[in-house]
Nanobody, 121 residues
């Protein structure tokens, strides 16, 4: 079994920065792709960013240039550095682990519980 957990959410002012962390534990013997998704109240789950087993990265257009996804020295640790935060970034952010890098949520088989990000104006 593999467990995924996010942390780092909170309340920040518009224009501010926040870094989310994701840690996978358990049977993480093989390399994997990681992704961040978010979901605001009344909205569908939205792809944010993903990083492949080999370090390839893709971002949603809505966050490109503002958010950065990266892996830590421990390849089962992933970060999402968010800058220039806007009110529309307010959502619950989820970290996901899976076999391939994709924007499709159903491909990922391990998910965290979510961490809330609120951008105040």
């Amino acid at each position: 079994q593999i467990q995924v957990a996010e942390s780092g959410g909170g309340v920040v002012q518009a224009g501010g920065s926040l870094r989310l962390s994701c840690a996978a534990s358990g049977r993480t013997f093989s390399s994997a792709a990681y992704a961040w998704f978010r979901q605001a109240p009344g909205q569908e789950r939205e792809f944010v960013a993903a990083i492949s087993k080999t370090g390839e990265i893709i971002y949603a257009d809505s966050v490109k240039g503002r958010f950065t996804i990266s892996k830590g020295d421990n390849k089962d640790t992933v970060y999402l550095q968010m800058t220039g935060l806007k009110s529309e970034d307010t959502a619950t952010y989820y970290c996901a682990r899976g076999p391939e890098m994709t924007t499709r949520s159903y491909v990922y088989d391990y998910w965290g519980q979510g961490t809330q990000v609120t951008v105040s104006t």
